[in-house]
């Protein structure tokens, strides 16, 4: 999957001294306000010019200030389509935008240290369990003036996601990265994936395993897939809207009967854990050995037929026998204002241009990058795209993976989890109390 989990493994002192640089350093508009209070309250210059929230976000523009100029960092996938977006910000607003490459991963490490020194990007782009991080440390500021709008034509899920634990809007949110049923349609029917009985029913007939033909496959050591038939069925990570380390819901009822349907499905998934790799599972899709693969959207640019030489469906996780449909993890990748920026108003007027409907149009004609913009498969430039309809149809029934520090306790403690009831066919709730009890010994030894 494209959002890194390890950034989610950052230790505490490394959010300290994060926090402490933020703290130490001068944002160029006058503002040395602690974190928390910069966070919720932005400065005088970034709201001098900006009406009240009350304000209709769809009436009127943000007035940006004279002479501004803004940098922009995003990663070198996004080159072209921000740099597309850039010309046309600045023939409309008279306003130059200079791209950097700077990803995801390493931009909110880099405004720390860039930002105070006046050398940092004005917008960036920041995965969604980035966010409280860069709230602590006091690096953005609040998506204010178009927060209505936001609300108004984003996911949900999105929305929730760039929203931080403190109940303030910071994100402009980008897309949302997740996974579906992609397959070959030369070999399944839309009927053969309408029910997880009905995908029982074809694997058996199709698997050959000694051909390594497989009807039905994914990542098998990997929380971010399996967790989809946990949350589908009431489990839960951690208890508020994943806030609330102190409540772990991945041993309760639901959790457990998720992973007893997961494990089931070993009748006709014949092979270990170590075996279903993303690398063995892709090149036995390209070569029209598995029919049915279980991946992400970043596989749209991938999975066409000028690639593969075959039509290529998709459709969202379908429901469990007991009618409750998966609920998978999702990323959330979305632009932030920096808090340094000498030009805030400005700033925030490109995060919302570059996240509209009609940018949303071309960065996936672009980049192959479906927004979380509401009803993208409505547009006429995009209707009649199955793939891009089957993934806005998942964003309905995601959930954001959770951004507290002690999420690196679930990455760690579950990964023991898949090998044993997978290869060895341990008792489900014996090893879910186990993972559960690390996660708690974890969580107990970060403080």
């Known amino acids: 999957?494209?959002?890194?989990?390890?950034?989610?493994?950052?230790?505490?002192?490394?959010?300290?001294?994060?926090?402490?640089?933020?703290?130490?350093?001068?944002?160029?508009?006058?503002?040395?306000?602690?974190?928390s209070a910069s966070a919720a309250s932005p400065s005088a210059s970034a709201t001098s010019s900006a009406p009240s929230e009350s304000a209709s976000p769809e009436a009127t523009d943000i007035e940006p200030e004279a002479g501004a100029k803004l940098v922009?960092?995003?990663?070198?996938?996004?080159?072209?389509?921000?740099?597309?977006?850039?010309?046309?910000?600045?023939?409309?607003?008279?306003?130059?935008?200079?791209?950097?490459?700077?990803?995801?991963?390493?931009?909110?490490?880099?405004?720390?240290?860039?930002?105070?020194?006046?050398?940092?990007?004005?917008?960036?782009?920041?995965?969604?369990?980035?966010?409280?991080?860069?709230v602590q440390a006091g690096v953005i500021l609040p998506n204010d003036f178009y927060a209505e709008d936001t609300q108004a034509n984003f996911a949900k899920t999105a929305v929730d996601a760039v929203t931080a634990t403190d109940g303030i809007l910071y994100g402009y949110p980008r897309n949302i990265e997740t996974y579906l049923l992609f397959y070959n349609k030369n070999l399944a029917k839309p009927e053969d994936l309408a029910s997880w009985d009905a995908i029982k029913a074809f694997s058996k007939a199709y698997n050959v395993p000694a051909e390594k033909k497989f009807g039905i496959m994914w990542k098998l050591d990997d929380s971010y897939f399996n967790y989809a038939f946990m949350?589908?069925?009431?489990?839960?990570?951690?208890?508020?809207?994943?806030?609330?380390?102190?409540?772990?819901?991945?041993?309760?009822?639901?959790?457990?009967?998720?992973?007893?349907?997961?494990?089931?499905?070993?009748?006709?998934?014949?092979?270990?854990?170590?075996?279903?790799?993303?690398?063995?599972?892709t090149d036995l899709f390209q070569k029209g050995k598995l029919a049915i693969d279980m991946d992400g959207i970043w596989q749209l640019g991938s999975f066409t037929k000028e690639k593969l030489g075959f039509?290529?469906?998709?459709?969202?996780?379908?429901?469990?026998?007991?009618?409750?449909?998966?609920?998978?993890?999702?990323?959330?990748?979305?632009?932030?204002?920096?808090q340094?920026?000498?030009?805030?108003?400005?700033?925030?007027?490109?995060?919302?241009?570059?996240?509209?409907?009609?940018?949303?149009?071309?960065?996936?004609?672009?980049?192959?990058?479906?927004?979380?913009r509401n009803g993208l498969d409505q547009d006429p430039a995009l209707a009649g795209n199955e793939l891009v309809a089957a993934f806005v149809e998942q964003f309905k029934n995601v959930e954001a993976m959770p951004s507290i520090a002690e999420t690196a306790s679930f990455w760690t403690a579950m990964g023991a989890v898949y090998p044993q009831i997978w290869d060895n066919n341990a008792d489900v709730k014996a090893t879910l109390d186990k993972a559960v009890s690390d996660m708690k010994t974890l969580i107990q030894q970060s403080k």
């Open 311 to 338: 039509d290529v469906g998709a459709v969202p996780l379908p429901p469990m026998p007991n009618g409750k449909s998966p609920k998978p993890f999702a990323g959330v990748q979305a632009y932030f204002v920096s």
């Open 231 to 281: 949350g589908g069925n009431g489990g839960y990570v951690f208890g508020n809207n994943n806030t609330d380390p102190g409540d772990i819901g991945l041993n309760n009822e639901g959790s457990v009967e998720g992973l007893k349907f997961m494990q089931s499905m070993k009748e006709v998934m014949p092979f270990k854990v170590a075996d279903a790799t993303p690398d063995v599972k």
């Open 72 to 134: 922009v960092w995003a990663a070198q996938e996004q080159k072209d389509f921000l740099e597309t977006m850039g010309k046309e910000f600045e023939a409309k607003y008279g306003i130059k935008v200079e791209f950097q490459k700077v990803g995801s991963a390493d931009a909110l490490n880099k405004i720390v240290k860039d930002g105070p020194a006046g050398v940092g990007a004005d917008v960036f782009m920041l995965a969604h369990d980035q966010l409280n991080r860069a």
């Open 340 to 372: 340094f920026s000498q030009y805030p108003n400005a700033a925030k007027l490109f995060a919302h241009f570059v996240s509209s409907q009609d940018a949303a149009i071309k960065m996936y004609q672009m980049s192959g990058v479906v927004s979380a």
């Open 1 to 35: 999957m494209k959002l890194n989990k390890s950034l989610t493994m950052i230790s505490a002192l490394s959010l300290m001294a994060v926090s402490l640089a933020a703290c130490s350093g001068n944002n160029g508009g006058g503002n040395n306000a602690s974190p």
